[in-house]
């Protein structure tokens, strides 16, 4: 079965700054992962997905996250945040076979001060 | 774009009361899920369905019924509804095909009292 951690359940920032959410996996088959965002009173919607070819992926709002096989790793990253990005954050995980079911990381909520 | 709607944003219920959760998409989509989402555990699949009348457990089924009768619908029952119940619960919908992207719904938050 597959697996997600996010050990940081709180990342507290200033506005401009650099920011990475950790994210990491188990699985022994091969994956896919995504990184999702959910605004206050919102429903959660997708910010970017990982399904093959270049492990630097690219989302919305400015955000990327980089695919390491080796270190088993999906980490979040976004070089200057706004004010606006204050959200929680969720990365999970699915098979790349079958059904697919989705697994969430228990997320990390994101705070831009300014 | 789809459009994944749950009817009751808000609800507040008493023990022991039996709690529908209405979830209505306007896609074609085959696969719905029901997620409860509590702090500090993320998302949690309760049921999930790949196609009208057709329903899995999940990873916490337990204390729940779905129902789907049409494709677009897929209502949520706590037949009993306890205080353990308290949360927010988070439908999702996506097509069977291509990769796992799942489309959510606004979210409906329930208060068992």
């Known amino acids: 079965a597959q697996s997600v951690t996010q050990l940081d359940s709180q990342v507290p920032v200033f506005e401009e700054a650099p920011v990475e959410l950790r994210c990491n996996y188990s699985?022994?088959?091969?994956?896919?992962l995504f990184w999702y965002v959910q605004y206050p009173n919102q429903g959660l919607q997708l910010l970017l997905k990982y399904l093959s070819g270049s492990t630097l992926v690219k989302g919305i709002n400015g955000f990327e996250a980089e695919f390491n096989k080796s270190q088993t790793s999906f980490h979040l990253r976004k070089p200057s945040v706004h004010i606006s990005d204050t959200a929680e954050y969720f990365c999970?995980?699915?098979?790349?076979?079958?059904?697919?079911?989705?697994?969430f990381g228990t997320g990390t909520r994101l705070l831009v001060s300014p | 774009d789809v459009k994944v709607t749950q009817s009751s944003r808000y609800l507040v219920k008493r023990t022991g009361e039996k709690v529908f959760l209405e979830c209505v998409q306007d896609?074609?989509?085959?696969?719905m899920f029901w997620y409860r989402q509590d702090p500090g555990l993320g998302l949690r699949l309760i049921y999930f369905?790949?196609?009208?009348?057709?329903?899995e457990k999940g990873d916490i089924p337990e204390g729940y019924s779905v129902s789907r009768e049409k494709k677009e619908r897929f209502s949520l029952i706590l037949e009993s509804a306890s205080t353990n119940q308290t949360s927010m619960y988070l439908c999702?919908?996506?097509?069977?095909?291509?990769?796992?992207?799942?489309?959510f719904g606004a979210g409906s938050r329930l208060t068992v009292l």
């Open positions: 999970a995980v699915s098979v790349n076979t079958g059904f697919q079911k989705l697994v």
């Open positions: 896609m074609d989509h085959e696969n």
């Open positions: 999702a919908t996506r097509t069977s095909s291509g990769a796992n992207v799942l489309t």
């Open positions: 369905s790949y196609d009208v009348k057709m329903k």
């Open positions: 699985s022994s088959v091969s994956v896919y």
